[in-house]
């Protein structure tokens, strides 16, 4: 082992997690390091070479920017876990949820009776003073008289091995689903000593969650319907968002999803309004309610607090929770303890000081190199600052703020945090490291989860853990006393309201955003196509191609992947510049990177949909145009390995989707978007002149992916009858016209008796003008009046085909169109 730790080292006065005072490796912890040994300094990289392919195959992230000039920081896992003893969890698990149980006491005091107010075991300034308290909630009792469905907390060990409380999370507690997500990748990395520790499982917990929730949402009887509400794909730790909501199997919706009438919520989908009995919520409370709490709110459900003052549905955690998480509240939570519970607080807080009392202030002032300051409102948003750091004129300035606005900041004491180690590369480092533990409310108390969200400072001097600014997370293994139970997320046995539960209630959003992935997908396997066969005639020099290639510029032009056709007199260089601009430049729209941005982007709307594969070919893409394209040769190859993707992601919607009713719009996506370029495409060719048109034909079967069957059915070159007549009319032909208007009118009667609407028919009158043109005109010398007769039913197919996904849109997604039910 001296190779692992040769370059690891503990400071004296701190905690270590890894060593005894004597420096030998801690009791729970010799198992593991035994392995990683065994496996060696190469062995041990090539894992954490594991660890960051999973995280960026899942395509795992937290989207925030620590500083307006720093780029987004990745999630990171260091890839070696910490290790916790069967003693010493039993004591945490058993403080965290004596903390919770007081902490759901005090919220119903506060929005109750108000008992601790009256008899001054709280300041009054200190609540009512709060943004986070909400006046419209007082009086409100949620189901159970349960406020803090959820909560968690960030704990740390002191020098002297002890656990203090932090801060407390109560209003939308974060990190359980990236702790989910850690102990999933690392349990693969490192097998052998995951099942040699006997590391407690977490389907449990979030089983309890599931339980908890279903047996608290008012149901009247129904099957209930709980949702996870997000601000959406813009929001720093969507991924949990979505990750959870495909775990746990609840919809991931956005305000705009629900709607509220008669003091009751719905959810909007596909087939109608849904009554939602339960809301996971992942947003601010002054978020959720533009009507009552915060008027600008673009993100809430108009009505959604009277609905829960009316006892028509759970909101988990209560609105108005968030006010608990003022680190001003800790000084006075021992008294609080006694008062509630009638014991003492089993954890204690870090020592506390709310600078809103003059006593307190003085305090903070005269001992500020032993303290940090912070925002005493969690709405603040300011940084906690250490004492110890300031000097000179900062010092003077943070005391000044101090006495302008006492009541805005608390003081607490500076603890030097416990270090643990991380994999650096080439051998363990130390580094500060805390703990945020989860726990879930019961019919019988707190439930806490036998884990946690670990996380590390980013470097060896850093105090603050914060993943905004670069931390790394670690996987928590709580060691059992004994063999471990490996359970399931899912029912021992199945009864008959699962059965009723188990339908698909996709979001009008959800069905909107899937149904553009469709079109995205498709257009950008179309775009492909099309520029391939556009930059293959630039490369050959071949005579014959390039007398091809001013028909190609004008239909990249008129298909709108062109920004501008180039002058018939433009040189080699220009028309080259102009064609890779068109493959590369995401800032410019129509172009091929232009289009797989918008397709990642509609992927991340409905991200909870997406399985992990999914994902690899998006996460490829995604970074395909980062480096810069300079040769015909370079986009050549960007251009195939895009149409890889996309092909990729029509095999997985083809093989891997359950057909409902998301895979419906997906799938009608693709087929009107097929059909339209199909359309709009061979009009094209049918326009150009004679020559033209003849030159025109065998790029035009590479572009519809129709060059290998044209050739095995007629081994010849390419004429214009059998041409047409294989794209248009051929209903054997998956990339025929004819065809997409068939498969559009099967899926288009499913959608219609799966969810009820009235038929929407639009193709029967492009199927009958297909129909009725005789293509036995083409058989005359002169073409020209064929071709412009079948431009035109054409040209019309790809108008009717826009005004088809309009009246789609309007119908399911809007609901602008009538027959919207409840059900």
């Known amino acids: 082992m001296s190779t692992l730790l040769s370059t690891y080292s503990s400071p004296a006065g701190r905690h270590d997690e890894l060593l005894d005072a004597s420096g030998n490796v ?35 992230s937290y989207n925030v920017h620590a500083e307006d000039h720093e780029a987004p920081h990745a999630w990171e896992l260091d890839p070696l876990p910490l290790v916790i003893a069967p003693d010493e969890w039993k004591y945490l698990a058993s403080a965290v949820a004596q903390r919770a149980s007081v902490l759901n006491a005090m919220l119903g005091d506060l929005y109750g009776p108000q008992h601790l107010l009256a008899e001054g075991l709280l300041p009054s300034a200190l609540v009512f003073g709060q943004p986070s308290f909400k006046w419209p909630c007082v009086g409100i009792r949620p189901p159970g008289d349960v406020f803090l469905n959820t909560y968690a907390v960030d704990v740390a060990r002191g020098p002297d091995g002890k656990w203090w409380a932090i801060a407390d999370h109560t209003q939308s507690p974060a990190g359980a689903g990236y702790s989910l997500q850690n102990r ?16 407690h499982p977490l389907a449990d917990f979030f089983r309890t969650l599931l339980d908890g929730f279903s047996r608290l949402a008012p149901t009247d009887g129904e099957p209930p319907l709980i949702v996870l509400l997000t601000p959406g794909p813009g929001y720093e730790s969507y991924f949990e968002h979505a990750f959870l909501a495909r775990y746990l199997g609840y919809p991931l919706v956005e305000g705009r999803d629900l709607t509220v009438r008669d ?41 959604l607090l009277a609905a829960a003052r009316a006892g028509r549905v759970l909101i988990s955690n209560a609105l108005g929770s968030g006010v608990l998480e003022s680190g001003a509240i800790f000084g006075f939570l021992p008294g609080i303890t006694e008062r509630l519970l009638g014991k003492p607080l089993a954890m204690p807080s870090v020592a506390s000081w709310w600078c809103g009392e003059a006593a307190a202030l003085d305090h903070a002032i005269e001992h500020l190199n032993d303290l940090v300051i912070k925002p005493a409102y969690s709405d603040m948003g300011q940084p906690a600052v250490f004492g110890h750091n300031l000097k000179g004129t900062e010092r003077d300035e943070m005391i000044a703020k101090l006495r302008a606005q006492p009541h805005a900041y608390v003081a607490q004491e500076w603890i030097p945090m416990s270090q643990a180690p991380i994999w650096g590369g080439d051998g363990l480092q130390a580094r500060t490291v805390g703990l945020r533990l989860f726990a879930v409310a019961t019919g019988n108390g707190y439930t806490v989860m036998p884990g946690a969200l670990g996380r590390v400072a980013a470097s060896p001097h850093q105090e603050v853990l914060s993943m905004p600014r670069g931390g790394i997370s670690k996987d928590v293994w709580v060691r059992a006393s004994g063999p471990v139970r490996r359970v399931s997320l899912l029912k021992r046995r199945l009864g008959v309201i699962d059965l009723v539960c188990g339908g698909s209630d996709v979001p009008s959003r959800v069905g909107d955003n899937l149904f553009w992935l469709g079109r995205y997908t498709e257009r950008s396997e179309a775009t492909a196509r099309l520029l391939r066969a556009t930059l293959s005639r630039l490369s050959t020099g071949d005579n014959d191609d390039e007398s091809c290639l001013p028909d190609l510029l004008a239909a990249c032009h008129h298909m709108d992947i062109l920004a501008q056709a180039p002058e018939p007199d433009a040189t080699d260089d220009a028309i080259e510049k102009v064609v890779i601009a068109a493959v590369c430049d995401p800032l410019q729209i129509g172009s091929l990177a232009n289009m797989s941005q918008q397709l990642v982007y509609s992927a991340g709307q409905v991200r909870e949909r997406m399985s992990s594969d999914n994902w690899h070919a998006l996460n490829r893409m995604s970074r395909l145009f980062e480096q810069p394209v300079q040769s015909v040769g370079q986009a050549l190859a960007a251009v195939d390995r895009t149409m890889l993707d996309c092909i990729s992601l029509a095999g997985f919607a083809l093989d891997d989707m359950t057909r409902d009713e998301g895979w419906r719009f997906l799938i009608l996506g693709r087929r009107i978007e097929r059909l339209y370029r199909l359309a709009a495409l061979i009009d094209v060719a049918l326009s150009f002149e004679d020559d033209a048109r003849e ?107 826009s005004d088809l996904s309009e009246n789609l849109h309007e119908r399911y997604f809007t609901h602008t169109a009538p027959d919207v039910r409840k059900h």
């Open 26 to 60: 801690r009791l729970q912890w010799r198992p593991l390091v035994a392995r990683l040994d065994a496996l060696g300094l190469d062995g041990v990289s090539a894992r954490a070479q594991l660890v960051s392919d999973s995280i960026f195959a899942d395509g795992i």
């Open 263 to 303: 003091n009751t919520v719905y959810l909007k989908t596909l087939r109608g309004l849904r009554r939602v009995h339960g809301i996971f919520r992942r947003l601010q409370s002054d978020l959720c309610d533009p009507l009552e709490l915060r008027a600008d709110s673009a993100v809430g459900v108009p009505g």
């Open 184 to 199: 999933i990748i690392l349990s693969k990395t490192f097998p052998d000593a995951f099942r040699q520790l006997q590391v």
């Open 695 to 801: 030159r025109s034909l065998e790029w035009l079967l590479e572009a519809t992916n129709a060059i290998v069957t044209y050739r095995a059915r007629y081994r010849r070159s390419p004429e214009v009858l059998p041409v047409l007549h294989l794209l248009i009319f051929d209903d054997t032909n998956p990339h025929a016209v004819i065809f997409q208007i068939n498969q559009l009118d099967v899926e288009l009667d499913r959608i219609s008796r799966d969810v009820g609407h009235a038929r929407v028919d639009a193709l029967s009158v492009m199927r009958a003008a297909l129909h009725q043109f005789d293509l036995t005109r083409f058989e005359a010398e002169d073409t020209r009046d064929a071709c412009q007769a079948l431009a035109a039913v054409l040209a019309k197919i790809a108008d009717d085909t």
